[in-house]
């Protein structure tokens, strides 16, 4: 029996796909929607851990697209199968349009206590540009109906670098964000995912996309602004108010265990990681005929598992904690990578205490090239 404390939930429906989307998500499968709820509530009932459940997180897709009896259920079937603790952190992924403030009520009185709201930008041009169904007024009005239900833990995302935006754009909309006064807020860099509406754009050379330096000045100011404003640069992209880190984020970032439930989701169990079908159909189908729905498993280990250990936990301010890199790989991090460790300190891109390895603000802007150093 697993002894995962982390639980993620995909709910693989949206209203719109999103131009820049690569994720798991499909519009207009209304028709599925209870099929897949009844299939998911019966995956989790068939799960148990070891170890209490100190997170759970609902995400997309726009879980939000589901109502709220709907999720509800979900998350009393998690309930019914796990002893959850009586302060886990419970996030739910919600999207503008999909939201108001009953819908929000109802789900903060299911015990749902975090919101992860996708606003993307607060420019309306932009977000036409990039697919989104809500307006910035309407991005408002959603974080002000989760404001008023009592969710006093809300996360907002925002996008950067999207085509043809300037840095004056992006730093008005960072200067609203701040003004809204959310908890935690992670900024993402526009990337161009396979499969997705502005993969075809790129590959046409239709998109104008804003240069390195500015991606990087703009990289910079979200920085500026958010660590002006109280929050805790915490993570690469992920910036919290003190106490308000996001829980769930960082079993992935220490690359701990956690269970995977539905179509498109990962569960990460005693070192293997299983990737679901991302077939809602299949998913469906599998889970009635008492198949798992796993499409493709990999077990991590040795130098692999190192490697990646240390590239997400350089990823965070607090770095790769050396004795408890020793104590889980029985070998010293210094001696295993003896090699790439003197090029990276000589380049400035890592600081290395006695007790911590830790990416400098140089290595930050280039955390990708540093990563790749620890990857065999």
């Given at each position: ?39 998911l ?7 148990e ?27 009393s ?29 109802a ?17 309306d ?59 935690h ?14 993969a ?6 239709l998109?104008i ?5 500015t ?20 993570e690469?992209s992920?910036?919290?108010k ?25 569960r ?7 990737t ?7 998913y469906?189908?599998r ?32 770095g ?20 790439v ?5 000589n380049?400035?891109?890592?600081d ?25």
């Amino acid at each position: 029996m697993p002894t995962a404390r982390a639980i993620y939930v995909h709910i693989p429906f949206c209203v719109a796909k999103c131009h820049y989307c690569g994720f798991t998500s499909f519009p207009g499968q209304e028709s599925l929607h209870q099929q897949y709820v009844s299939a998911l509530i019966e995956e989790i009932a068939l799960a148990e851990s070891l170890s209490p459940v100190a997170t759970i997180y609902f995400g997309g897709g726009t879980p939000t697209t589901l109502s709220a009896e709907q999720l509800t259920s979900i998350l009393s079937a998690i309930f019914e199968s796990f002893d959850v603790e009586g302060t886990a952190e419970i996030t739910l992924e919600a999207n503008p349009g999909t939201i108001d403030l009953a819908k929000a009520a109802a789900l903060r009185g299911a015990r749902f206590n975090r919101i992860s709201l996708g606003v993307q930008s607060l420019d309306d041009r932009r977000l036409r540009k990039i697919g989104r169904i809500h307006t910035s007024q309407e991005a408002l009005d959603a974080y002000q109906a989760v404001r008023q239900a009592g969710f006093a833990n809300v996360s907002i995302d925002l996008i950067f670098a999207l085509p043809t935006q300037t840095l004056a754009e992006w730093q008005n909309t960072l200067n609203r964000a701040v003004q809204l006064n959310p908890e935690h807020a992670s900024l993402y860099e526009l990337s161009i995912e396979e499969g997705a509406k502005f993969a075809e754009a790129y590959k046409a050379g239709l998109l104008i996309m804003p240069d390195e330096d500015t991606r990087l000045e703009m990289y910079e100011s979200a920085i500026a602004a958010l660590t002006g404003a109280g929050y805790e640069h915490y993570e690469v992209s992920n910036f919290a108010k003190p106490g308000f880190r996001s829980r769930h984020n960082q079993v992935y970032w220490k690359n701990e265990s956690y269970f995977g439930f539905g179509a498109g989701a990962v569960r990460y169990l005693d070192g293997v990681r299983c990737t679901m079908t991302t077939s809602v159909e299949d998913y469906i189908s599998r889970i009635q005929q008492g198949l798992d729905p796993a499409d493709s498993c990999e077990e991590l280990t040795g130098s692999a598992l190192m490697g990646e250990t240390i590239m997400l936990g350089l990823r965070t301010s607090d770095g790769v904690d050396l004795r408890a890199f020793e104590e889980r790989f029985s070998t010293s991090l210094i001696e295993a990578y003896d090699e790439v460790l003197p090029v990276l300190y000589n380049d400035r891109l890592i600081d290395l205490t006695d007790t911590h390895l830790r990416l400098t603000h140089k290595g930050l802007l280039m955390a990708d090239r540093v990563a790749a150093e620890f990857i065999v």
